[in-house]
């Protein structure tokens, strides 16, 4: 089966490849300068900054240490980016100002985090330590990677998504989550790194899990699925960020690309491969002519068709991490391509200095089921992610 034809209309021709680098290029001088200015701001006062509706995340109330926190590794993966493609080792000092929080966070708040561990010590700890060899670096992401491990449920071979692992009385109890894809390359890295490859085994069992119950017969995903927290027998699908838990969450659609594919380069294992295909298909194969996705491809008729730009960048990159092992699968990089410059019209890229964001028109969820339009730090990582793989090669963060 082929790779889906893109909609009409919407894939680059050659006139505007040709014009790519200079568009992109621009995009991306824009996102260096935004990281520096973001840099600086969190390492003065350490935050979350997860999203906002104006753009200014330094608004977000939401403290570095508090359980919920999994954003803040958004603005060092920038600054880190802009470190790897400019040599300025200012973006290097402001990170390494966060050494001191990084570490308590794990040390001494280490069950007061989520499986999200995984993108906020590999979007700091483990890019630095790759880009400088700084063993403090290399220490505290061992320590996030042996904290993130403690999650893993034996009985039901899956990482807990949410909550502290001493409570068991709450609905995140036996709850695993699509994203959960996404943390697992820490697990891996740290098993190659330090020699204890169990920790590799927990990511592996752990998206062979994801495979048997979140990937739907149509290639489809759920949010999320829950086990019964003593047994680990499954229980059903469930929904915290989709429209419905049959519905087809088109961010979560995006996680799973990214998330099989870096998988099978760790493992790999040709099932994860397929997997990414699969789900990219489908992924593809539901985009309209404004080929930014709705952030619910499930969406009813009637219903107000808000986009999700951070979908879009997700879904560049792993494209672009699948395309690596399919080379032959060229419709890999044409839709990444397609996406990526999408983003960089006016319709989604803010070029205002003075906003802290960038992308416009990401989702964020308004009480389950329900959608709401905003800048997101994670869609800025993603997307600066997608022109770094474009103008300076694969930065290999995860």
Request: with cysteine.
């Amino acid at each position: 089966m082929s790779f889906p034809v893109l909609p009409r209309g919407s894939a680059p021709n050659s006139q505007a490849k040709m014009s790519r680098s200079p568009l992109l290029a621009r995009a991306y001088d824009l996102c260096v300068e935004k990281a520096r200015r973001n840099i600086r701001r969190l390492a003065d006062a350490p935050k979350s900054g997860a999203f906002a509706a104006d753009g200014d995340y330094f608004g977000f109330h939401e403290g570095f240490f508090e359980i919920s926190n999994w954003t803040s590794s958004f603005f060092t993966g920038m600054a880190l980016l802009a470190y790897r493609s400019t040599g300025d080792t200012e973006f290097l000092a402001q990170c390494n100002r966060l050494k001191a929080p990084y570490r308590e966070k794990v040390v001494r708040h280490g069950m007061d985090t989520m499986h999200d561990l995984g993108f906020l010590y590999t979007l700091y700890s483990v890019a630095a330590y790759k880009q400088t060899g700084d063993r403090e670096h290399r220490e505290t992401a061992l320590l996030a990677a042996a904290e993130l491990a403690k999650r893993f449920v034996p009985e039901g071979k899956y990482l807990r998504a949410w909550g502290r692992m001493d409570e068991n009385r709450t609905d995140y109890a036996g709850l695993a989550i699509i994203d959960s894809l996404m943390n697992l390359p820490l697990l891996c890295w740290a098993a190659a790194e330090s020699g204890d490859f169990r920790l590799r085994e927990i990511a592996d069992r752990h998206a062979s899990t994801v495979l048997e119950y979140f990937v739907r017969p149509d290639d489809s995903v759920c949010h999320s699925f829950r086990f019964d927290p003593r047994t680990g027998a499954p229980v059903g699908a469930d929904n915290y960020c989709g429209r419905t838990v049959e519905s087809c969450w088109a961010r979560g659609t995006s996680w799973a690309i990214y998330g099989f594919a870096l998988m099978h380069g760790y493992t790999r294992e040709a099932r994860y491969r397929e997997a990414a295909l699969r789900v990219a298909r489908k992924f593809v194969s539901l985009l309209d002519e404004e080929l930014v996705p709705v952030w619910d491809f499930s969406l009813p008729e009637g219903e107000p068709r808000l986009r999700d730009s951070s979908a879009a960048a997700i879904a560049a990159c792993g494209l672009d991490e699948l395309q690596k092992y399919l080379p032959g699968e060229t419709g890999l990089t044409a839709a990444a391509d397609a996406l990526t410059e999408r983003l960089c019209s006016s319709d989604y890229l803010d070029e205002r200095l003075e906003c802290p964001g960038l992308l416009k028109h990401a989702q964020i969820g308004d009480g389950v089921g329900k959608a709401r339009v905003a800048y997101s730090s994670w869609g800025d990582y993603f997307f600066m992610e997608a022109l770094a793989r474009r103008l300076h090669g694969d930065p290999r963060f995860w």
